[in-house]
């Protein structure tokens, strides 16, 4: 195809997002270019402070005790997709790590060592995927087509306003660029602290104190925690076992497998270095570990009740779902299936009779077989029939593990979650024989069908708010989105250790002036509270365009050609949403007088309130299970923005 044009483009954002539209751009215009007639150029300027590829997330420099959440098999900057122009480079990861293992070509010693004993089912370092986006990224570039021009500015893009049909870019090292597009693929962006954080903050100035604001874990300077001394970690998500792995392993500290009996799996050596870290969340426990799997879904999962086609019945229908009417109702079903159908297989002791019982359990569970009745009822006079006790499924309470129980001390507090973490991992290495885990396993395949329900058709404001963000979203984070199984293992080798120990449930924070130190108590733990001159926050900045610090985005937002998503609540008050609002397909911003801003497009968390589960990597094409559409959307986000960009 003949061009005749000059198009000129801004990334703003080098990381993964921003790495797959110029991957896009790239193989869309090598597919559609007439190699005999291109009178075209395509200027592609890529803004970002840090190095191109892996951007701020994913430094190869970084420390290898930081770990994806993800296994080999999955992560991938290139698109699988037959439908779409074929990449001029690269592969998934997995291909990427077998190819390197083999030929260690542009890698330094540390990574040739990770990637020797690095397996598909492995959870790799951060470090060593910011090598695979680096190397991709560079061949990418060794490839670029005829009439096309790359051009990277290791700065911040502090404005984009509106020229005629251009846009202006205002750089900070003072230099500017005038595009016909700009792509905000801008990722984790420092936030405002909330007022909490802020009096902590100033506290600590005050009185001599420590306080670590919410940051990502590799940007931390972690040698200004004290040695040996009491730290207050508030957070046990993802994030706390980045904090744990530097303060613990990072400071010289050893863990070997235990050799004594009833002491859990792994023994925890100290260096002398290690403060003492007294952990807080919510929960009072860290999320679930993830179970052993080969692949990122459970193979003996397969949703009966919230499937692609229950969803396509919806949108045939025009209706727009909501979570708690119409979408939990069916996942409930699919993870109260799982769980005792694991049983049944696993455990048939647990039931009487169970071939009757999972027949019977099958025709409780039809959505329509119980329209006038209620069928949560039924499948729980069912269980109570044929499910001795101690295996009945309490699925809300697998999240909250410590719901409704009190403690004499912290010390009998630390032995309760020692046990559940030492449970926990047993369940991990049962895999797919363990019922908990195949009903969290449900769960989390359910998500990647809400993912396109949401992203597709979307679901009601009001749903959005108080169901699915609401509530169910921090649920089911808990159960499925944990760490590796040895996250816990060590966790719980670190707490008989007496390195770690823990708070209790819905802990409540403040600074004693007098006493100069940080203190925090659970009201369910009877003992005197947990002090310490210093208090790391364990989790990442908050994921919200209306507090984010960004020269660009507040520019934005100012000159009105970006607004923030506001969605209504049930009782009718308007919510302020995380992200951006936009219009599909391809993504563009919603500018404050309602109209589209054309030339502007929006990739990355900043899609926050129209897609769910923003942060997560494209999935490689899976070798075993099934593939969701949900899995590799970034991927076909980018290459819309691709097409629009090049008017195809």
Do not use: C
């Amino acid at each position: 195809m003949a061009k005749s044009q000059i198009i000129r483009v801004a990334l703003v954002g080098a990381g993964p997002r921003g790495t797959s539209v110029l991957e896009r751009l790239l193989a869309n215009w090598a597919a559609t270019t007439d190699e005999a007639n291109v009178t075209a150029t395509l200027h592609i300027h890529v803004i970002d402070p840090y190095p191109a590829g892996s951007g701020h997330v994913w430094q190869p420099d970084q420390s290898r005790l930081y770990l994806m959440n993800t296994q080999s098999f999955y992560p991938t900057l290139i698109p699988e997709d037959p439908e779409l122009a074929p990449p001029l480079a690269g592969t998934s990861f997995d291909e990427w790590r077998v190819t390197r293992r083999r030929d260690g070509q542009g890698l330094n010693q540390a990574e040739k060592a990770e990637l020797a004993t690095l397996e598909s089912d492995n959870f790799p370092s951060r470090a060593i995927y910011g090598r695979y986006l680096r190397q991709t990224l560079a061949e990418l570039l060794q490839r670029l087509p005829d009439g096309v021009e790359v051009t990277f500015h290791e700065t911040t893009a502090i404005a984009a306003r509106p020229v005629g049909d251009m846009f202006d870019v205002e750089l900070a090292d003072g230099g500017s660029l005038t595009v016909g597009s700009v792509v905000l693929a801008l990722g984790h962006i420092e936030s405002r602290l909330n007022p909490e954080q802020r009096s902590f903050e100033t506290a600590a100035r005050e009185q001599g104190l420590l306080y670590f604001p919410p940051a990502p874990p590799a940007d931390v300077d972690w040698t200004r925690v004290p040695d040996n001394e009491p730290v207050l970690v508030r957070g046990m998500g993802l994030n706390f076992f980045d904090v744990m792995g530097q303060l613990t392993e990072g400071r010289g500290g050893k863990f070997v497998d235990s050799v004594a009996p009833g002491t859990g799996t792994l023994e925890y050596r100290p260096s002398g270095r290690e403060p003492k870290i007294i952990a807080a969340s919510r929960r009072g426990t860290p999320y679930r570990a993830k179970a052993g799997l080969s692949g990122y879904y459970a193979t003996s999962i397969t949703l009966r009740y919230l499937t692609e086609a229950a969803m396509d019945r919806f949108k045939a229908a025009g209706i727009q779902p909501g979570f708690d009417h119409d979408l939990w109702p069916l996942l409930h079903r699919d993870a109260l299936w799982a769980y005792y159908a694991t049983l049944a297989g696993s455990q048939p002791a647990a039931i009487r009779d169970p071939a009757q019982f999972l027949a019977d359990l099958e025709d409780a569970l039809q959505p329509h077989a119980h329209a006038t009745g209620n069928w949560e009822s039924a499948v729980g006079a069912l269980v109570e029939k044929h499910v001795v006790a101690s295996r009945r499924l309490n699925l809300k309470g697998l999240a909250a593990p410590l719901a409704g129980r009190t403690f004499a001390s912290r010390k009998e507090l630390d032995k309760a979650i020692t046990d559940y973490l030492d449970d926990d991992a047993r369940r991990s290495a049962l895999g797919e024989s363990d019922p908990v885990k195949m009903a969290i396993g449900a769960l989390h395949t359910g998500r990647a069908i809400l993912k396109t329900v949401v992203a597709d058709g979307g679901i009601t404001d009001e749903s959005w708010v108080a169901e699915l963000r609401g509530w169910f979203e921090s649920f089911v984070e808990g159960l499925a989105s944990g760490p590796p199984a040895l996250r816990s293992e060590q966790l719980a080798a670190l707490a008989r250790a007496g390195v770690v120990s823990f708070v209790g449930p819905d802990p409540k924070f403040s600074v004693d002036r007098n006493a100069k130190v940080f203190r925090a108590f659970s009201p369910w733990v009877r003992d005197v509270p947990a002090q310490a001159r210093t208090l790391i926050e364990a989790m990442s900045p908050a994921n919200r365009v209306g507090i984010n610090i960004s020269p660009l985005l507040e520019q934005l937002l100012e000159d009105g050609l970006v607004r923030t998503k506001i969605m209504m609540s049930v009782e009718g008050t308007p919510v302020q949403t995380t992200g951006l609002d936009v219009e599909p397909h391809p993504y563009r911003p919603v500018a404050a007088n309602g109209s589209v801003t054309r030339g502007l497009y929006v990739l990355s968390l900043q899609l926050s309130a129209t897609q769910w589960g923003t942060a997560i990597a494209a999935e490689a094409r899976p070798t075993k299970g099934r593939a969701y559409r949900s899995g590799q959307r970034t991927l076909r986000d980018a290459d819309e923005i691709a097409r629009s960009i090049l008017k195809l």
